[in-house]
């Protein structure tokens, strides 16, 4: 991540501890309810999530909310990182179970699934929707293992055939195969798989299958003995830090620590673990907003952006209730709505918490509906739930249809679009960002320091109330360490409209129509995964609008990115020979591979360029020179990371979905009518 506009995306990389119980070795998806739990009495379901572990994630290699099988505090994790139209995976699927049959390993193995589907094997994403839809009615591994035992009926088939032949999979499990259908076409699940190819980005995983046993890395299906040494090695290292004192909720996070380490040591990972930027932003306390606590009193304000359908938020919110027991009037807890558009009642439940909080009962609800998560789908549900606050069945539907809580609803959509609030629960302590449903240890960390910072800045600048909070978000971002901050990265926010007239178009790169209507300079980087993201979203949002709009790229290679620079002079001789967005569009499919030996050449051949030419121009100084003058333009209107991209001069940073860019372009056309 290169920007602040694109903190979900590496916050991603440390989302949600795992949820699952102790116990054998049972399978699990998602952490959503199972089908026992959702049968079982509100009382019961909740003793139920009362004993699920809280598992401290590592920030190395996390497991977020990815499905997963076992015990989640268990002594041993193995993660998979797993193509399903890929042979090999396939076999090694099967070595890992293998490995969890073992009557030595029950219970002390937990084994997560990461999406790694190859560009070249064209079913590999539809087979890992089909997966992901099987999770939703709680049989993904189910659906996992049929996948890889029927890889051959794949082959040459496009999306919608995988759907249908996926859908007869779903059949034979005995799922809802119309919803199954349904899910398979969530967009939710596109955004979930770059996750994962981010992680692979980020861990430089090279090819399929490759797993990691706490961090220690086996590449390739290899035999079930060579699984079983480094299983047992790590069943010793975990017995040696019991006894120092590290406890099971702890255990994952330090052992892949540990191991981490030891790969440094022997040369085998780069020097410095990849840890996330420290995101912070302010998030401004709105008067329609739930609020417990004083701000009057309190050293600390925690905004949480939630969604009363997401399990994670409902494990979450227990988390809360200890915050306030432990920190009192000391800390300040806004509310603010973030309803997923895959949950189909999170809409309706927020807009029941509104309701309830126009008569007072806004938390009294709140707890309600996370209780009964389970059975928000069942006809019935929110007018029962009404019922309890005190709400009429006539004032319930008055709020499920209200125009007035469907404003709020955007209001809260758009304020964590702009602080980048891009999952649930996603929480700000003080501006600083922590997402996921985390051990309460990893909020009282935050808490404590932000008490320490919120009483110096009392004392010191004699500020109290809503003046303390916006004082302690300031000062939490003139700290907050970003290791890979882009050029020109500051504490003063960029203008989300700059005056791009003057920006030079003579020796860039163009395309579209020289008289569209609007104009979008693009500033990026070929070897940040971010703006190849970015480029693919981009081209999506352009679809319908080609003909109305001009693309000119700008070169804006970061310092850290060793071949930024030569994959731009790359693109520029291409240019030379009329295939500047032919070798952009290489440049970002071959983005892993841009450290090797005679790549660009090989790129270029590819291109049917005249090689000799192409690599002589690649010396040429004036790219040096058109590089510099792109960085000097970049840095005068703001440019602090990429992508940035300005749509008739409207700024628009980062990876954003294609609808992000769609409504910028519509906005910008409208202005030309």
Known sequence: MLNKSLVALLAALSLFAAACSGGEATRKDNGEPSDSLTAQSDKTAQEARAKRVDVADSKI??????????????????????????????????????????????????????????????????????????????????????????????????????????????????????????????????????????????????????????????????????????????????????????????????????????????????????????????????????????????????????????????????????????????????FKHLPLPFHQEADEAAKLAMAAQKEGKFWEMHDLLFEHQSALREEGTFVDLGKKVGLSERQVERALASDTYQKRLEEDIKQAQKVGARGTPTFFINGVQLVGAQPFSAFEAVIDEQIEVAEKLQKDKKVSGEKLYEAA????????????????????????????????????????????????????????????????????????????????????????????????????????????????????????????EGIYAELAKKLGLDVEKFEKDMGKKAYDEQIAADMKQGDAIGVRGTPSFFIDGTRVVGAQQPETFEKAIKEALSEKQ
């Open 61 to 334: 290699i996390p497991v977020g909310d990815s499905p997963q099988q076992g015990p989640a505090d268990a002594a041993v994790t193995i993660v998979a990182f797993s193509d399903f139209q890929c042979p090999f995976c396939s076999r090694g699927a099967a070595i890992v179970d293998e490995l969890l049959a073992d009557d030595d390993y029950k219970g002390k193995v937990r084994v997560v699934f990461k999406h790694y589907p190859l560009p070249f094997h064209r079913q590999a994403k539809d087979a890992s929707r089909a997966a992901m839809a099987a999770g939703e009615q709680g049989k993904f591994w189910e659906m996992h293992d049929l996948l890889f035992d029927n890889q051959r009926e794949f082959r040459g088939k496009d999306t919608a055939q995988m759907k249908e032949l996926t859908a007869g999979y779903a059949e034979q499990l005995g799922l809802d195969v119309e919803q199954f259908r349904a899910d398979f076409d969530k967009p939710a699940y596109a955004a979930e798989i770059e996750e994962d190819l981010e992680l692979v980005e980020k861990l430089d995983v090279r090819g399929t299958p490759n797993f990691y046993i706490n961090g220690v890395n086996i590449v390739g299906a290899q035999p079930l003995d060579r699984f079983q040494e480094i299983v047992d090695e790590q069943l010793e290292m975990a017995a040696r830090k019991k006894k120092e004192g590290v406890s099971a909720d702890q255990m994952y996070q330090t052992l892949v620590a540990a191991n981490y380490a030891e790969a440094q040591a022997r040369g085998e990972v780069d020097a410095k673990p990849p840890e996330p930027e420290q995101i912070v932003e302010m998030v401004p306390v709105d008067k329609d907003d739930a609020v417990k606590g004083s701000a009057d009193k309190a050293l600390v304000t925690v905004v949480e952006f939630s969604d009363f359908q997401c399990p994670f938020c409902s494990r979450a919110a227990s988390t809360v209730d200890r915050i306030e027991e432990k920190y009192g009037d000391k800390v300040r807890v806004v």
């Open 473 to 596: 978000v300031a000062y939490n971002k003139a700290n907050a360490p970003s290791p890979e901050a882009g050029a020109g990265a500051g504490d003063e926010e960029p203008a989300p409209r700059v005056d791009t007239s003057k920006l030079s178009v003579d020796k860039d790169q163009v395309r579209g129509p020289a008289d569209a209507k609007v104009t979008v300079f693009v500033f990026s980087d070929f070897q940040c995964p971010y703006c190849r993201m970015g480029a693919q979203r981009f081209d999506e949002a352009l679809e319908n609008v080609k003909d109305e709009v001009k693309v000119v790229y700008k070169h804006y290679p970061l310092p850290f990115h060793k071949e930024a620079e030569p994959a731009a002079k790359a693109a520029m001789a291409a240019g030379e020979q009329g295939k500047f967005w032919a070798m952009h569009d290489l440049l970002f499919q071959n983005q892993q591979r841009l450290t090797e």
